[in-house]
């Protein structure tokens, strides 16, 4: 085959290629997209936006009749205000009628705190009512207007490392002891010899040498009633804003989006807060010590499922951030919003606020105090960036 008819076939098998592929009605159909002319994409700006927001106390009453120490004083705006004791005085008949030489209630100390010198004066006063570990107590419940004296006829009680035992009058306890059943007293504190420091000592719930009412009868024998429930009555009398656990306190975060543009694309957002390290309490030193707990505050930050405030949707909702921080140590903290921000502008989620609570609400004493004066009040920061546009370059 010559040359010549060899290119004429080559050229026919590109040509019959070629027709065979544009007639194909289920083939790619290229369409011209830009109009004559250069054009650009514009980028999108990127900023960071401060966002106010409107911070409050939310006060959650929580019980605090299971936890293993009980305490009276004041520390950090924390009042260890009363100590509820129940005690059951059923008895077999060979104490019944017995004289009474010597009663007194055993309190069994572990911790003085901030030195050995420290104390605490309380009164004891019998419960009209009794009381259950199980329930919110906020207040000291109505109880007799006349304290329990000791074996002298005095009320108040000192109570430090030197004294832990406290006589009570003969003819009260008589009076428990042939009536029987439940008896419920309070001790009630009364004040204190230094301006901040708190006594710490053994609840029932630690296992050992709980309190106990101790009898010692004329004839030499005695009994001993240890103590079946008891309860600490702990109020918060700082009025900064604070999140208390054991109290408890939150703290309610208010804030509005609607500078953000709902076209935003958020790379970042965070809720900035400063702490006050000198109201800072990260834990007591019953904690530390004897329950060999840390002193970092264990925070959660959550959006509540509600934004009313009287509705039990602000106690609960979705989780938005949980970690540690010392809140011993004046300090700017960032806590991290991760998806929040963005479902909101884009409308997936209500914007109910944040609420910033103790993760340990019901078991330990934790108090952060946040700074909300003028140059130092919480803020949201959200990192964020506009869309590119398309558009002809100028000439």
Not at 21 to 37: A, N, Q, R, Y
Not at 128 to 157: C, K, L, M, Y
Not at 260 to 284: R, W
Not at 368 to 378: E, F, G, L, Q, W
């Amino acid at each position: 085959m010559s040359d010549g008819l060899k290119i004429i076939l080559s050229a026919l098998v590109v040509l019959f290629v070629f027709m065979s592929c544009s007639s194909d009605p289920e083939g790619p159909v290229t369409e011209k997209f830009l109009k004559d002319g250069y054009y650009r994409v514009r980028p999108g700006e990127t900023r960071l936006v401060k966002i106010p927001v409107t911070a409050v106390n939310l006060p959650v009453p929580v019980a605090t009749g299971v936890r293993p120490l009980l305490g009276l004083g004041r520390i950090k705006g924390i009042e260890y205000t009363a100590v509820l004791f129940k005690f059951d005085f059923s008895v077999t008949e060979e104490y019944l009628g017995k004289e009474i030489f010597k009663a007194y209630l055993d309190i069994p100390v572990r911790l003085v705190s901030p030195d050995s010198n420290f104390s605490v004066v309380f009164r004891m006063y019998e419960l009209n009512e009794g009381f259950s570990e199980d329930d919110t107590i906020i207040t000291v419940p109505e109880h007799q207007s006349e304290p329990i004296v000791d074996d002298v006829g005095v009320a108040d009680r000192t109570i430090g490392l030197e004294k832990t035992t406290f006589s009570i009058d003969r003819a009260c306890v008589s009076s428990w002891i042939e009536t029987g059943g439940e008896r419920s007293i309070a001790l009630i504190f009364q004040s204190q010899n230094e301006p901040s420091g708190i006594i710490e000592f053994n609840a029932h719930e630690l296992g050992t040498d709980p309190p106990v009412i101790k009898v010692e009868f004329s004839d030499t024998s005695d009994t001993i009633f240890a103590v079946k429930e008891d309860y600490n009555i702990i109020q918060l009398k700082d009025t900064a804003l604070t999140c208390v656990g054991g109290v408890a306190n939150r703290v309610l975060f208010r804030f509005s989006l609607d500078s953000i543009n709902d076209s935003a694309m958020v790379h970042a957002s965070f809720l900035i807060l400063n702490i006050d390290g000198e109201g800072g309490l990260g834990a007591t030193p019953g904690d530390e010590v004897i329950m060999g707990a840390g002193s970092s505050f264990y925070y959660y930050l959550y959006t509540p499922d509600s934004e009313d405030t009287l509705s039990e949707g602000i106690l609960e909702g979705t989780g938005v951030d949980r970690g540690t921080i010392d809140v011993t140590e004046s300090s700017a903290i960032k806590l991290n919003l991760r998806g929040f921000i963005p479902d909101i502008i884009r409308g997936a989620r209500v914007n109910t606020g944040l609420v910033l609570q103790s993760d340990l609400e019901l078991l330990r004493v934790q108090k952060a105090v946040i700074k909300n004066d003028s140059t130092s009040a919480p803020y949201i920061e959200v990192i964020y960036s506009m869309p590119g546009k398309f558009g002809e370059l100028d000439e």
